[in-house]
């Protein structure tokens, strides 16, 4: 990767691009995940490369909702491989809960790559490489899931994940955590819960509201998902945005 000094005032940011790009070189990215992660860097420029109030209460819920399942799963595709597979792996070990790869650019190097990693980074169960049942709605390979993972769990977190699939993993009765910058896109929209945050602050949050909440009583927790309004949030996530554009362009005349 290039060499970038972290006093840079974007040091966060162009290291995230460093890691996708490498990501692509290493076979564990798609080329088109390029794509995907500049879109995200623009959405994150909008709101002030910050993690927003809103984002951290759609956090908590999450973390509420992961912490209720009977079954929960973590998916994991190759933008999230490249950004933050050490963190997700401590997600899933927080939670005592399996990992599954499951691309939209699949090819079955692609997905022993990214298990490879997420194994040297600590995961003790990783699913996907042997798929054995598919997703009703999709087509292509963004279909294939794993029983015991993604096709049976209630509660399923979906980083960087593409509209179709957050929706037919409702369809069929899931509970879906989206981490997506974009508040208007279809995965953000059709989530139960939408954590508007770049996945490289979100997944750590997500990691101290587990062991924040982990303590609570059931009761408080089930209090906490059926409070939450997802609309809400992502309504509030648009006038966040709006008043950190308002002050910005106010600091030009000044």
């Known amino acids: 990767m290039t060499e970038i000094p972290k006093s840079h005032p974007r040091y966060a ?8 790009a490498a990501g692509v070189k290493e076979g564990i990215t798609s080329v088109q995940g390029l794509i995907a992660q500049g879109r995200g860097e623009a959405f994150d420029y909008l709101i ?23 079954r929960p799963a973590l998916s994991v595709n190759g933008n999230v491989a490249a950004l933050a597979s050490r963190e997700m792996v401590d997600l899933a070990a927080a939670l005592n809960i399996p990992l599954e790869v499951n691309l939209f650019h699949r090819t079955e190097e692609r997905v022993r790559l990214i298990a490879d990693r997420l194994r040297s980074q600590g995961a003790s169960e990783v699913l996907g490489e042997k798929t054995d049942v598919l997703i009703a709605g999709l087509d292509h390979s963004r279909a294939r899931a794993t029983r015991g993972g993604i096709f049976d769990a209630d509660v399923v ?33 059709k989530a139960s819960v939408s954590i ?3 996945i490289v602050r979100a997944v750590p949050n997500l990691i101290q509201a587990v062991r924040d909440l982990r303590g609570l009583e059931r009761s408080e927790l089930e209090r906490m998902v059926r409070e939450y309004d997802n609309k809400e949030t992502l309504q509030a996530v648009g006038e966040e945005m709006q008043s950190y554009l308002a002050e910005q362009f106010s600091a030009l005349d000044s």
Do not use: F, H, Q
């Open 13 to 20: 940011s162009l290291v995230a691009r460093e890691r996708v």
């Open 157 to 189: 977190l979906i980083p960087l994940e593409d509209g179709d699939r957050c929706e037919a993993l409702v369809a069929m009765g899931k509970k879906v955590i989206a981490i997506d910058l974009n508040p208007l896109s279809r995965t953000a929209r």
């Open 48 to 70: 002030g490369e910050l993690t927003l109030p809103s984002a951290l209460k759609a956090t908590r819920t999450a973390a509420a909702l992961l912490l209720l399942a009977e």
């Open 196 to 198: 508007v945050d770049n």
